[in-house]
């Protein structure tokens, strides 16, 4: 991915609401179908991680992310605290 557009799209991201929140459940298949549906919708989405969900991995939240841009075959743009931004063209 250009470096321009990388940087275009996380600055987008910066004021957009989180549209996945992942909690107890985990990255359970309906949580993967929900990123895959948002990300058809609206292309670059914020996923956030619960604090419930990260007490319960042993996972950091990179290989998280890249675990879900590989699942919802997406782009990790970047990791802010407890949330993702993610992208699909």
């Known amino acids: 991915m250009e470096q321009e557009l990388f940087l275009e799209l996380k600055k987008k991201a910066h004021t957009l609401p989180a549209l996945v929140h992942i909690g107890k459940a985990g990255l359970s298949q309906n949580v993967i179908e929900e990123i ?3 990300l ?3 292309h670059l989405i914020k996923v956030k991680f619960l604090k419930n969900f990260m007490d319960d991995t ?3 939240k990179r290989e998280i992310g890249e675990e879900l841009a590989v699942k919802t075959n997406s782009t990790l ?3 802010v605290g407890n949330t993702i931004v ?4």
């Open 36 to 38: 895959i549906k948002q």
């Open 58 to 60: 042993a996972k950091t």
């Open 40 to 42: 058809k919708v609206h």
């Open 77 to 79: 743009i970047c990791m």
């Open 86 to 89: 993610m992208y699909k063209q």
